[in-house]
C-alpha cells in the first residue's frame, strides 16, 4: 500500500479526504442536524426530511469515487466527470431556480461556494487525467 500512496501523491491523497468529509455531510443531512432549513440540493432542488436521502446516494457516489482515487483505479477518471458534470448542473439549476440571496453576504457566500465546487471538482478531473497512466 505504501507504493500506491507514492502514486497517488498529496494533492489526490487531500481531494481523497475531502471527498470523505463531503460524503460524511451527505449521509447526515437526513437527520436535520444543521437545522430546520437542512437538506440536500440534488439536480438543484432542495430536498428535506424523508427526500434528503438522496443525501446517502450521492454520499455513497463520493465514497466511491475517493476510494477509486485512494487506489488509483481507472474508473475514479470517470466518476471525475460525472461528478464535475453534475457539480455544474446542481449548481446552475439551483441558481436558476431557487430563492436569491436575502442579502450581499449570502450572494458573496454563493460566489465563492459556486467557484470552489466547480473549480475544485474540475481540477480533479483534471488531475487524474494528468496521471491516468498510473490508474489501475
Do not use: C
Not at 443531512?29 to 426530511?49: A, S
Not at 431557487?98 to 460566489?111: K, L, R, T
Request: positive net charge; charged residues 10%; aromatic residues 14%.
Amino acid at each position: 500500500m505504501p507504493q500506491a500512496k507514492q502514486k497517488r501523491g498529496a494533492l489526490l491523497t487531500i481531494f481523497a479526504i475531502l471527498l470523505v468529509l463531503l460524503s460524511i455531510e451527505d449521509f447526515l443531512k437526513p437527520f436535520g442536524l444543521e437545522g430546520p432549513t437542512t437538506g440536500i440540493v440534488f439536480l438543484g432542488h432542495r430536498f428535506q426530511g424523508n427526500a434528503a436521502f438522496l443525501g446517502w446516494l450521492v454520499g455513497t457516489f463520493l465514497v466511491v469515487y475517493a476510494i477509486g482515487i485512494w487506489t488509483m483505479r481507472r474508473y475514479a477518471l470517470t466518476l471525475a466527470y460525472v461528478y464535475g458534470v453534475y457539480v455544474v448542473l446542481n449548481i446552475g439549476i439551483f441558481l436558476l431556480t431557487g430563492p436569491p440571496p436575502d442579502s450581499p453576504g449570502q450572494m458573496a457566500f454563493g460566489i465563492v461556494y459556486s467557484t470552489l465546487a466547480i473549480g475544485g471538482a474540475w481540477a480533479l478531473a483534471f488531475l487524474l487525467r494528468r496521471r491516468k497512466e498510473q490508474l489501475a
